[in-house]
């Protein structure tokens, strides 16, 4: 944190004083046994019960026989409701899949190491170096993706309004080797930031040096504004249909987070070129998709109006968790500068910074207090955070009163971990 923190003038007596009553208020912690899991993004039950009509509806009258194989490109109810959602012109932009939106990002990725990104391109595995930009912090398991298939991965720094474009433009319009970027454009993992418009129209307008570069437009929580006004995010995909680029854009999503985590479908959003492409291979791998469930999710959400309607209950659960997370810590660090956390519209996650060299220290405290947090680093490629000061908190699962404790225990160990660091370094 730049400037003055409420430690800056301590003298080391002070410091060490400091030390012995934050070590006592974690002993007081150890002692109530806590359990609590601020690990990972998923929905709570209140959350998951709120699409139970789901699995009542009856399924008979869409005029397509479901239970067969066949629809490879998905059923075109289920399609529809995700054209009008991302934004797409025409349902042969969409082809929708089963639960898993990173299982098909992770089929992308491997299908363009084995076969190529498009008919006659050179696959990746037979190239030397294989580059993906990867804005920080980010999702893990997008970078567990390129780690997992040999790809180098560099960090480009996550502004308030997106990716740094700069840096961007520099590396995807100069080195043929850079082949994709990871963007989640609306509410981010773990930041919470929206892409703004004039980062969204430079990422539609660039011109790479590789033919066979797409940009991995993750829009996992394009639907999950927990304000009543959420972010604004630009059409990235019209954007690029402007500057004939269409070409360029893979982007992904799916219900996990809108009905069942366990139990959704997902989509990709592309150009016709890439969509045939893709279909052309998938037909390998399969004879059709889960119609079943499609034509559920098609029928009890509809259309982005009616997930939106959807949305709004799971706000209002989800609002309380993630003013609980702010609050506790504007009572705890509001005014040390020993820390500042995001407080997003919408998304999974709150971002915590602390101060530089203390992410570790204080998880690793946290976990001796029971209170489990994604491991230090895991927000960046290489579960590297080169400053070892991004903490990732996920709100959703934990009930308020879970939250609020945890929260308190996890300041006062952001706080003994900076003394502690502070003495080792006078
Ligand atoms: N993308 C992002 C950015 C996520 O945060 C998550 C889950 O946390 C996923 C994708 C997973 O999506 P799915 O359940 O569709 O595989």
């Known amino acids: 944190m730049p400037g003055k923190n409420i430690y800056s003038d301590f003298s080391r007596e002070q410091l060490c004083e400091e030390q012995q009553k934050l070590t006592e208020i974690y002993g007081e912690y150890k002692a109530k046994n806590l359990k609590l899991n601020m690990t990972r993004g998923v929905p709570c039950k209140e959350q998951l019960d709120l699409s139970d ?6 399924l008979g009258g869409t005029g397509e026989d479901i239970r067969n194989y066949g629809g490879l490109l998905g059923t075109d109810s289920s399609r529809e ?47 030397d170096k294989v580059k993906f930009l990867c804005p920080v912090p980010g999702y893990d398991r997008h970078f567990s993706i390129c780690e997992y298939l040999g790809i180098e991965m560099i960090n480009i720094k996550l502004n308030p309004d997106g990716p740094d474009m700069d840096e961007v433009e520099r590396l995807v319009n100069s080195d043929p080797s ?31 040096a590789a033919d066979d570069f797409r940009i991995y437009c993750d829009n996992a929580y394009i ?37 069942y985590a366990g139990g959704g479908i997902c989509a990709l959003c592309a150009g016709a070129k890439n969509i045939n492409y893709i279909s052309s291979k998938v037909f390998i791998q399969t004879i059709g998709p889960d119609k079943i469930n499609q034509t559920r999710h098609a029928l009890f959400l509809k259309d982005k109006a009616g997930i939106k309607a959807h949305m709004a209950k ?83 699962f934990p009930p308020v009163s879970d939250l609020e404790l945890a929260i308190d225990a996890l300041c006062v160990c952001v706080k003994l971990a900076y003394v502690r660091d502070k003495l080792k370094l006078i």
């Open 81 to 127: 409701m995700f054209r009008d959602l991302l934004g797409a012109e025409s349902i042969d932009e969409i082809m929708v899949f089963g639960n898993s939106s990173l299982a098909v990002m992770h089929d992308c990725i491997t299908r363009s190491m084995l076969f190529g990104v498009y008919d006659g391109a050179t696959p990746w595995s037979k190239l």
């Open 53 to 58: 009509e789901m699995l009542k509806i009856d």
């Open 178 to 208: 850079v082949k994709g970027i990871w963007c989640v454009p609306k509410y981010s993992n773990p930041d919470g930031i929206t892409y703004s418009d004039a980062v969204i129209k430079r990422l539609a307008n660039l011109s790479p």
């Open 314 to 396: 799971h706000r209002e659960i989800l609002k309380p968790k993630f003013d609980a997370v702010a609050r506790g810590f504007t009572q705890n660090l509001g005014g040390t500068n020993l820390a500042r956390w995001t407080e997003p519209n919408g998304g999974y996650f709150i971002s915590l910074y602390v101060p530089d060299g203390c992410a570790k220290e204080t998880i690793a405290l946290a976990a001796g207090l029971g209170v489990a947090l994604t491991p230090a680093g895991s927000t960046y490629p290489y579960k590297k955070d080169p400053d070892d000061a991004n903490i990732r908190i996920a709100p959703t």
């Open 223 to 259: 639907a999950h504004d927990i304000t009543e006004n959420g972010d604004e995010l630009t059409d990235i995909f019209a954007e690029l249909k402007k500057n004939g680029k269409e070409d360029l854009l893979y982007m992904f999503a799916s219900t996990s987070k809108i009905t």
